[in-house]
């Protein structure tokens, strides 16, 4: 059921739905659920949201409206119950040390829950705008927008050249597909062993059959990003090939 509904952005929304207790326990960071966003007789296929946060009964997800289904879920009215498949995935490994954060518009929504279940030494957020970057309390955090209506003018790489990344012990990093790759090339060797990047793909079925979200993988073979994923390990990925299949 939706318990909560919210426009924290111009077109970016959150939702709080109540689960079960046994659902809450397998929401670890970095998963996801496929949510049937309309049940009339000509439904929208299941949409896949990363889990943003989890609290002791409900989970929250945080989406913006780019097409049909994201649209109908919008104008679903809190108190309306919905299906939903999860948590699906592979989720982030929660190693021990100080983390770096890494993300790009609405590659931070999955940030809330992983940040509260590691130490977070810095989190870096940027976006096109103001208008598309999501807020984090209560953790460390810089922001850049392209426009520089919010933090620094530039990209997100502009701030990383300031980092002193020997002083993370691990790095989560979820964005675009060119913002991943060019952030992970300008990363010393020893840092790269230590990303775990958030991949997005379109998704058909979220079980891995449709083979619709495959990801070129370093071993010229492909990865399924629902089910080898969505967390995987950036050197895990061909960068050049995913990014030229997106161009």
């Not at 059921?1 to 207790?21: D, Q, T, W």
């Not at 946060?53 to 289904?69: A, K, L, N, P």
């Amino acid at each position: 059921m939706i318990a909560e509904k919210e426009e924290i952005l111009p077109g970016i929304f959150r939702f709080e739905f109540e689960v079960s207790e046994g659902f809450l326990r397998k929401a670890e960071p970095g998963r996801f659920v496929q949510v049937e966003v309309s049940s009339g007789p000509f439904p929208v296929t299941r949409r896949p949201f990363t889990i943003s946060s989890r609290s002791t009964d409900s989970i929250e997800i945080i989406f913006e409206v780019v097409g049909r289904g994201t649209k109908t879920l919008a104008e679903t009215d809190e108190g309306q119950s919905l299906r939903m498949l999860g948590p699906l995935g592979h989720g982030y490994k929660l190693n021990s040390g100080e983390w770096l954060l890494i993300g790009g518009g609405l590659g931070a929504a999955g940030f809330p829950g992983l940040a509260a279940s590691i130490d977070c030494g810095l989190m870096i957020l940027g976006a096109a705008t103001k208008n598309r970057l999501l807020t984090i309390d209560g953790i460390k955090t810089r922001a850049i927008t392209e426009d520089g209506s919010s933090g620094m003018k530039g990209l997100v790489t502009d701030l990383l050249k300031t980092v002193l990344w020997d002083s993370f012990s691990n790095i989560a990093l979820c964005g675009p597909i060119a913002m991943m790759k060019a952030v992970i090339e300008m990363m010393p060797v020893e840092s790269r062993t230590v990303t775990q990047v958030s991949a997005e793909a379109r998704m058909g079925c979220g079980w891995g059959a449709c083979e619709g979200c495959s990801i070129p993988g370093a071993d010229g073979g492909y990865l399924k990003c629902c089910t080898d994923g969505p967390v995987l390990p950036a050197l895990a990925v061909n960068w050049d090939l995913w990014e030229g299949i997106h161009r």
